[in-house]
């Protein structure tokens, strides 16, 4: 997940959290200040203020002020009983065939759209055109990146840059896109259907050993005390990405059944995000199961019934459907989506969601052309291909994959949790299909 100006973000992150009291610099308050001010901005719509003439003090004052003055909506409620009443889901459950097929589909999709979008994670498009020109690689993108920005850089530590391109693919590389579903694996392995927000933040603490911004925040309010419900206050972050891109494990073991997996996240969403951003992961869950027994437009539809009809990130996917035909390319759905998002952070969950539904408008079920368009968008493109990877896949199962896509990483996946730096890709779909298998057992 790309975060702005990441280093200081995650700076910051160390130092506001809960009740700590450690003394900022004059910088940091000015980014804290900025990013409650955005945050308020698209939740309420109130005036975003020139921090920079700011004192200390002002700043400090300012903070405190926003942190504790969100506004109630009624239409966009946090817990789950009062998002159950402001939803439709009213989706049936359908039984999907080829499980085995879709679900590998759906994990190598997953992979494959995160790998292809990590080496050029929010670069503007005029900067992507040039890294494939100067390397020989097509673009939009139908095939890995041929060279990379930075090629000797390490990425989560982990893998060099150089490891995602197509000469030297040999495994799925690190990415927190690719380390987050197999730790909702274990997850819901451990502690069943029934999880809690308090299980969620056990299993974070022992096997996650970082993250980036509200994910980060949560594992810094937990190190010292505070519970999972508690993990999300005082955080500016919870309307972006995080929590969506957590959401597809919960799709693959409630394929065919929208409803069930947009519930079944509700948990996991909560301990890191509020209100769009809970939305975003609910979302992109049903999407996922849905694409499992329909094609991947109408499982958006179908999603969209799985939140509140009346919060904004709704009104973001109708407005995002009835662009359908007013765009040819990757540059002109760009273009729509900046108009409407103007001055919106590009890791903010409602812009990419749109990118998303665009993606897999110019995609047209062709898994090749949805990642490349997705990553040639731009925004977070990196966690947006991947869940178009994943919904695709899931749709065309892997017989609709060109193996070109996932024969390169040699069944090795790598990540960052603590035990679980190497894992089995196939290792990784069995366990899914377990998963599957035991919850629909249970459900019976």
């Not at 919060?311 to 662009?323: N, T, V």
Request: glycine share 8%; hydrophobic share 40%; with cysteine.
């Amino acid at each position: 997940m790309l975060s702005y100006n990441q280093s200081n973000v995650n700076r910051l992150a160390k130092k506001t959290f809960g009740k700590v009291k450690m003394e900022l610099t004059h910088k940091q308050l000015k980014e804290e200040a900025d990013l409650y001010l955005r945050l308020r901005h698209e939740q309420d719509g109130r005036d975003i203020i020139d921090t920079a003439t700011l004192d200390d003090a002002a700043l400090k004052k300012l903070i405190t002020e926003l942190k504790n003055s969100e506004t109630i909506d009624r239409d966009e409620p946090n817990s789950l009983g009062d998002i159950l009443k402001l939803g439709d889901f009213d989706a049936p459950a359908r039984k999907p065939n080829d499980m085995d097929k879709r679900i590998f589909g759906a994990i190598a999709g997953r992979f494959a759209g995160c790998t292809l979008g990590v080496p050029v994670e929010g670069f503007s498009i005029a900067d992507m055109e040039k890294i494939a020109r100067d390397g020989g690689t097509p673009f939009p993108p139908t095939e890995y990146w041929h060279t990379v920005v930075n090629p000797d850089g390490i990425q989560y530590g982990v893998d060099k840059r150089s490891t995602y391109t197509l000469g030297a693919l040999d495994c799925v590389p690190v990415d927190d896109d690719i380390t987050y579903p197999v730790l909702c694996m274990l997850q819901l392995k451990r502690y069943g259907e029934s999880y809690t927000v308090e299980d969620v933040a056990e299993i974070w603490q022992e096997l996650l050993p970082y993250a980036c911004t509200a994910e980060d925040r949560a594992l810094k309010r937990m190190s010292m005390g505070f519970k999972g419900e508690q993990a999300a206050d005082d955080n500016p972050f919870v309307e972006w990405i995080g929590a969506s891109i957590r959401a597809d494990v919960f799709g693959y073991v409630c394929a065919g059944d929208p409803v069930r997996a947009a519930k079944l996240c509700y948990n996991d969403a909560y301990l890191t995000h509020r209100r769009n951003g809970i939305y975003g992961e609910m979302f992109n869950a049903a999407a996922i199961a849905a694409a499992f027994t329909m094609e991947p437009l109408k499982a958006i539809e179908t999603a969209a019934r799985c939140i509140p009809r009346g919060c904004k990130l709704k009104g973001d996917i109708d407005w995002a459907l009835s662009m359908r035909g007013k765009f040819d390319d990757h540059k002109s759905a760009r273009a729509l989506i900046d108009e409407r998002f103007s001055g919106m952070n590009s890791v903010h969950i409602r812009n990419n969601v749109c990118a998303e539904i665009f993606a897999l408008m110019l995609g047209n079920g062709d898994f090749t052309q949805t990642i490349a368009q997705s990553v040639a968008i731009g925004l977070d493109n990196d966690c947006n291909a991947a869940t178009v990877g994943s919904i695709v896949g899931a749709y065309l199962g892997t017989d609709g994959i060109d193996k070109r896509w996932y024969e390169p990483f040699d069944d090795k996946v790598h990540t960052y949790l603590k035990g679980y730096e190497v894992i089995s890709l196939k290792s990784f779909a069995d366990e899914v299909m377990a998963l599957y298998k035991r919850f629909n057992k249970e459900a019976a």
